[in-house]
């Protein structure tokens, strides 16, 4: 059952012809009134198929409206908070990841979608925690430039027969980096049948320790896949919200309640709603960066 404001939102959306995506990690009373929840591929590859709708509101981190705006140069796309940005994103500006590619000239660059449109647009190729692996087996190079997740990197080196770089050093996620490999073992003796699955953003420690290492979008297959009943998942909090949701015959325990990404969470219900009536706060890049970050996006969509 919707509440008021839900249902205020769903009324102005149809008047609007708008559409909302929400990533996983948004709080529950958002996934319910979107048209769509997903990881960052599957949003971008969402962004990208969006024919019918004059509005995107888009309940996610700045890089995400800003690789579906990238995607969608024709489409008003707008972000119900402002203030919502992913700190890792910004952890590599372009002027760095210049340096770095005029350092290894042979290398080729390989970039998490988790980066600014600026530092996208000086990438060979995108990729995402779902497919990272596959982009990099793709490229002729042996040398990769990878940024700028040092876990997610490090992930990578351990399926590949290439030398990767992380850039910058110590890229991180500081919600995954707040798991640690004690407390997974602490719920392993509690929940001796659960199955753990952490995502490729927590230390190298924790994926060690875990029986499988997936994106969001992974995680969402495995389990609604596997005979399994308890399942321990260690990223984002609410990602155990649609988990549960979809699976509610299903045991789905947070590897830690307090891993909270506060960036995502900025969105309220309130501010969707405002988003559609006013139209704000619209998201716009460049139309040179947007051109070339755009190479890149489509070049990772190719090897999907
Ligand atoms: S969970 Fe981490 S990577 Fe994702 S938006 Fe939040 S800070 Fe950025």
Redesign the pocket.
């Known amino acids: 059952m919707f509440n008021q404001l839900q249902k205020e939102i769903i009324k102005l959306k149809k008047e609007k012809n708008a559409i909302i995506l929400a990533?996983n990690?948004q709080t529950a009373d958002i996934q319910e009134i979107a048209d769509f929840i997903g990881d960052s591929l599957e949003l971008c590859v969402k962004a990208a198929e969006i024919k019918e709708s004059d509005l995107v509101v888009f309940c996610?981190?700045d890089?995400?409206a800003e690789t579906a705006a990238i995607l969608n140069p024709d489409k008003k796309i707008v972000i119900p908070d402002r203030e919502a940005e992913?700190?890792?994103?910004h952890m590599l500006p372009a002027e760095y990841l210049k340096q770095a590619k005029e350092k290894y000239p042979q290398a080729a660059v390989v970039l998490y979608v988790?980066t600014l449109a600026e530092a996208k647009a000086e990438a060979d190729i995108l990729c995402t925690s779902s497919n990272a692996v596959a982009v990099v087996k793709s490229l002729k190079e042996n040398l990769i430039l990878f940024g700028p997740?040092m876990n997610l990197a490090w992930y990578v080196s351990q399926q590949v027969d290439k030398e990767i770089i992380p850039i910058p050093e110590g890229g991180h996620?500081?919600?995954?980096k707040m798991f640690h490999e004690g407390d997974l073992y602490i719920l392993r003796e509690k929940y001796p049948d659960a199955e753990v699955l952490v995502h490729p953003?927590c230390d190298p420690e924790v994926q060690k320790a875990a029986d499988q290492v997936l994106s969001t979008g992974g995680m969402i297959r495995y389990v609604a896949n596997s005979p399994r009943e308890t399942f321990i998942i260690g990223?984002?909090v609410d990602m155990t919200t649609r988990l549960r949701r979809e699976n509610p015959d299903k045991n789905i325990i947070p590897l830690l309640s307090e891993a909270i990404?506060?960036?995502?969470k900025l969105h309220t219900l309130e501010k969707v709603k405002n988003s559609l009536i006013n139209e704000e706060f619209v998201v716009k890049v460049d139309a040179e960066i947007a051109r070339r970050a755009r190479k890149a996006v489509e070049k990772m969509l190719e090897v999907s």
């Open positions: 990533h990690y996610g981190v890089f995400m992913c700190p890792m994103a988790n997740d996620c500081y919600v995954h953003e990223t984002e990404c506060e960036n995502m």
